[in-house]
C-alpha cells in the first residue's frame, strides 16, 4: 500500500466501531474524522499557493504539467512541514524514466491518463501510488465496459469530471443514479475533481455519490484565496456525516453485490 492510500485510509476513519464510509483505518489523533480527502492541483512554480495548502488543511498536493527535470524543490519545503504528499500529473509523453525520476524527487504518487502506455502501470515503487485518471463514462455500454478497469494493476482512480456547482444544483435523481452506478463499479479509491467551491449541500452529494477524495484546481490562484477555499472546504467535510449505509452495491445486473463486506482494513490492490 502507498502512501496516498494510507493517507485517504486515515481520513476515511468512520466514526465508532466497525463499518462505515470509505476505507476504514486509524486515524490520526488530531484530525477530525471527514468522509473525503481534500487534494489540490497546483502548477510547477504555485509554491507558495503549496505552503497556504499545507497550513489550511490539505491531505494531498497534485502537481500538474510536471516534466521529467522540472525543480520542485520549492513545492517539497513547502509541505513538508506538515507532512503533505504530494503527487504528479504525466503528460502523453510519460515514460519509465519519468515515473523513477518523479518517485527520486519526493512524489508519493504519480497520475496517468489512461491513454499512456500500459507497461507503465508496472513501474511501481514501494510506497508509490499510481493513479489512473479517466472521464466518467458517459453511455450505457461505457458504463459497463468501466468495471474492466477494476483489471487495472493500480492503486487509486481519478475522475476528471470537473464537477462545478451549477452542474450539482442542477443533477437530476437520474443522473446522480448512474454517478453513484459510476463510483460504485470500481475497487479502488475514487478521487473526483471539482471546478469551483460547493456549498454544504452540494459537498453532501459529492460523499453521497461516493467521492474518496475531492480535487480542488488551484493553478495560479493566489495563496490567500486558496487558502481560505481549502479551509472552508475542509470544515464543510468535517460537518457532513459518514454515511455507514451508504456503501453496499449491486452488479450491473442487480443479482450480487459487489462489494465485500466491512473489514478491519482497506483492500490493498497488490493483493490481486
Do not use: Y
Not at 473525503?36 to 494531498?60: C, I, M, T, Y
Not at 460523499?207 to 493566489?222: F, K, N, T
Not at 481549502?230 to 460537518?239: P, S
Not at 452488479?251 to 497488490?270: F, K, S, V
Amino acid at each position: 500500500m502507498g502512501k496516498l492510500v494510507e493517507k485517504l485510509r486515515q481520513v476515511h476513519q468512520a466514526t465508532g466501531a466497525g463499518g462505515g464510509f470509505g476505507f476504514l483505518g486509524a486515524r490520526a489523533a488530531a484530525q477530525q474524522p471527514r468522509p473525503a480527502a481534500v487534494l489540490v492541483s497546483l502548477g510547477v512554480g504555485d509554491a507558495a499557493a503549496a505552503e497556504a495548502a499545507a497550513k489550511n488543511g490539505a491531505d494531498a498536493v497534485l502537481v500538474s504539467g510536471w516534466k521529467a527535470g522540472a525543480d520542485l524543490g520549492k513545492i517539497s519545503e513547502a509541505l513538508a512541514p506538515a507532512s503533505v504528499l504530494w503527487g504528479v500529473e504525466l503528460g502523453r509523453a510519460a515514460t519509465a524514466d519519468a515515473l523513477a525520476a518523479a518517485r527520486e524527487a519526493g512524489a508519493s504518487f504519480a497520475v496517468l491518463a489512461s491513454g499512456l502506455p500500459a507497461r507503465l502501470l508496472l513501474e511501481k515503487g514501494n510506497g508509490f501510488d499510481l493513479v489512473v485518471a479517466m472521464e466518467p463514462p458517459h453511455d450505457d455500454m461505457a458504463l459497463i465496459l468501466l468495471r474492466a478497469e477494476n483489471l487495472l494493476p493500480a492503486d487509486a482512480m481519478l475522475f476528471t469530471a470537473g464537477f462545478t456547482p451549477d452542474a450539482l444544483s442542477d443533477m437530476s435523481i437520474g443522473d446522480f443514479a448512474r454517478m453513484r452506478l459510476v463510483f460504485e463499479s470500481v475497487r479502488f479509491p475514487a478521487l473526483v475533481t471539482l471546478d469551483g467551491d460547493p456549498d454544504e449541500t452540494q459537498v453532501r452529494l459529492l460523499v453521497r455519490l461516493g467521492a474518496d477524495a475531492l480535487v480542488l484546481a488551484g493553478e495560479g490562484a493566489s495563496a490567500a484565496a486558496l487558502g481560505e477555499r481549502i479551509k472552508t472546504l475542509r470544515e464543510r467535510l468535517e460537518k457532513t456525516p459518514a454515511n455507514e449505509d451508504d456503501r453496499s452495491s449491486v452488479a450491473i445486473g442487480g443479482l450480487m453485490d459487489t462489494r465485500a463486506a466491512p473489514a478491519t482494513a482497506p483492500h490493498d490492490p497488490d493483493e490481486e
